[in-house]
Antibody, heavy 118, light 109 residues
Framework: QVQLVQSGAEVKKPGASVKVSCKAS????????MHWVRQAPGQGLEWMGR????????NYAQKFQGRVTMTRDTSISTAYMELSRLRSDDTAVYYC???????????WGQGTLVTVSS | EIVLTQSPGTLSLSPGERATLSCRAS???????LAWYQQKPGQAPRLLIY???SRATGIPDRFSGSGSGTDFTLTISRLEPEDFAVYYC??????????FGGGTKVEIK
């Protein structure tokens, strides 16, 4: 079955960076864009960007341009999202997710809580 | 950027009642590329509806979606106890960018 397993919770200080991983199994990792979506405590969902696991090409939301880097390692079917210059308002649960062709199915990781606090 | 506005923010209803949730887009959503998700505390979102009106795999038929252009609706015909949750709409027509609405919480009255 399809699984996306994310790395564990992180606590970071303001100004630091965090790198979250998302290990995929049960489907062709290189066949579908991997997206990253975050959710601040008690807030809604916010799209951060996506990576084409086949080519490595990325598209980022303008809000995160210059601070986010999405990469992948196809040998281990894992996608990564690194966010730099962290601020307290980056405290959120970060999800990886992908959608099948024609968007008829949606698969999400379990989420990774990143807490930014001094 | 397409902005999605959901209303109401909170819907207080009893089990067995009908729920009607609205999602309005700031500009037309191409090809009805509009989805609805359910999210419960501590869980990832779950896809309910795609293409504005098609139910995802395994979704009960008490959930239905309708609408086109800028106005979309999610209807839950008879609320079951497990339906009390937060619901989000999402547009995926302006690829690559995805946007989500702010959510509607359906709570037990």
């Amino acid at each position: 079955q399809v699984q996306l397993v994310q790395s564990g919770a992180e606590v970071k200080k303001p100004g630091a960076s965090v790198k979250v991983s998302c290990k995929a199994s049960g489907y062709t990792f290189t066949g579908y864009y991997m997206h990253w979506v975050r959710q601040a405590p008690g807030q809604g969902l916010e799209w951060m960007g996506r990576i084409n696991p086949n080519s490595g090409g990325t598209n980022y939301a303008q809000k995160f341009q210059g601070r986010v880097t999405m990469t992948r390692d196809t040998s281990i079917s894992t996608a990564y999202m690194e966010l730099s210059r962290l601020r307290s308002d980056d405290t959120a649960v970060y999800y990886c997710a992908w959608w099948s062709s024609s968007w008829v199915q949606s698969f999400w990781g379990q989420g990774t809580l990143v807490t930014v606090s001094s | 950027e397409i902005v999605l506005t959901q209303s109401p923010g909170t819907l207080s209803l009893s089990p067995g009642e009908r729920a009607t949730l609205s999602c309005r887009a700031s500009q037309s959503v191409s090809s009805s590329y509009l989805a609805w998700y359910q999210q419960k505390p501590g869980q990832a979102p779950r896809l309910l509806i795609y293409g504005a009106s098609s139910r995802a795999t395994g979704i009960p038929d008490r959930f239905s979606g309708s609408g086109s252009g800028t106005d979309f609706t999610l209807t839950i015909s008879r609320l079951e106890p497990e339906d009390f949750a937060v619901y989000y709409c999402q547009q995926y027509g302006s690829s690559p960018r995805l946007t989500f609405g702010g959510g509607t919480k359906v709570e037990i009255k």
